[in-house]
């Protein structure tokens, strides 16, 4: 990876951040579920992080493009967030904990997105190495996943607050170890950010990503529960979260290669289909192994391709003057606004039909590649990228 820069501080930050996430998105639900919150409570509380990323990621975004201290406000969002996270052993009843998550998350979410463009801007030339680096990061909640569901077979559901509390502290000390070069902001982008946002292909692109967010709210919300229900143990839960994201790391490994041989809109319109295929197989087959065994596997194209080329559509499109801004909003759309509408109305659908909630994730699913296929014209990489080797 010597062609790399930084490769193994970069890597070290997606790996303890996915960690992170490792820990919440399969077992803070039945932590919230142990603590007494009902399945529309759990789904609110679940939308809050993501209801915070329709606002903070574009505020941060926005002072990294106007500053250049990209990682400066990482540090500082990353740190805040760790302190308020640590009252959450504090957080009795619901409004307390969605206070606490409000607060935790809207810090939270000024890292990733603006990590993002720090890691392309120290790729240079190299930026379609991306997926080298960024599979750290679903080593990292392969890793914790594992660790938590086995620690949960023997270990009360109170050590995930713990878990999650460590990796933050992790993340924090991640950022200390990376150069603080302030990046030179130039502005000299022929079009503003506004004439890029308007352009019928970012409508799409932007409302595609919205919609395969809104797809995943049954699964982020409910599949542990789902599982559970079914007589699964928490041993093979983690199990199957870990091999979803197992998928979603050969992917990456893979995916400078399929970035210069497929185009940008192909590889997102193959990924909603996909992303489709696998919510039909969950909400109509859960208890057949080879068929849920297959759609973990289809992890590796409703996050991984899709998350992929879905952050070189950007770094494309909106180049390095609008960089912070234009991952900010993919982050604020997708994983704030469609992440967060998938967890409030999943809570409210799981009550009334269950595991039939992944149906209509299906569908939603489907016309999002349905919109792609008709809106986003065939887009590759800038010229500069597909001059590198392999």
Request: aromatic share 16%; proline share 3%.
């Amino acid at each position: 990876m010597r062609d790399i820069p930084y490769y193994w501080r970069l890597s070290s930050f997606y790996f303890f951040y996915f960690a992170l996430l490792g820990t919440l998105v399969p077992y803070w639900a039945l932590y919230l579920q142990q603590r007494g919150f009902r399945a529309a409570e759990i789904g609110l509380l679940m939308a809050l992080p993501q209801l915070t990323k329709l606002v903070a990621p574009i505020l941060w975004g926005w002072l990294a493009d106007k500053t250049g201290r990209r990682l400066s406000i990482i540090r500082f969002g990353n740190f805040i967030a760790a302190l308020i996270f640590c009252g959450v052993f504090y957080a009795d009843g619901f409004w307390r904990m969605a206070l606490l998550l409000t607060g935790f998350s809207f810090f939270w979410n000024a890292v990733l997105a603006q990590f993002e463009a720090f890691t392309l801007d120290n790729l240079g030339e190299s930026s379609s190495r991306y997926g080298q680096v960024r599979l750290w990061g679903s080593v990292g909640f392969i890793v914790t996943v594992c660790v938590v569901g086995l620690a949960l077979d023997v270990y009360p559901i109170t050590i995930v607050p713990w878990a999650m509390l460590l990796s933050l502290w992790l993340i924090w000390l991640c950022t200390l170890v990376l150069p603080d070069q302030p990046v030179k902001i130039k502005h000299e982008s022929k079009q503003g950010l506004w004439s890029l946002l308007k352009q019928p292909a970012s409508i799409c692109f932007f409302l595609c990503s919205f919609l395969m967010l809104l797809s995943h709210g049954p699964y982020y919300t409910f599949f542990s529960i789902y599982l559970d229900e079914q007589g699964f143990s928490r041993l093979a839960t983690g199990g199957l979260w870990a091999l979803g994201v197992f998928a979603e790391v050969l992917l990456f490994g893979v995916m400078h290669r399929l970035l210069h041989r497929f185009s940008l809109a192909r590889l997102i319109q193959v990924s909603l289909l996909l992303a489709a295929l696998r919510w039909l197989m969950i909400g109509t087959m859960v208890t057949n192994w080879p068929i849920l065994i297959l759609a973990q596997c289809l992890h590796a194209a409703s996050f991984g391709s899709f998350h992929a080329a879905a952050i070189a559509w950007v770094h494309a499109h909106f180049g390095r003057a609008h960089a912070g801004q234009g991952q900010a909003l993919y982050s604020s759309i997708g994983f704030g606004a469609g992440w967060a509408l998938g967890a409030v109305l999943s809570g409210i659908a799981w009550e009334a039909w269950g595991g039939a909630t992944f149906l209509v994730a299906a569908a939603i699913a489907f016309i999002a590649f349905l919109i792609s296929w008709w809106g986003m014209a065939p887009t590759s990489l800038p010229a500069e990228h597909s001059q590198q080797t392999h």
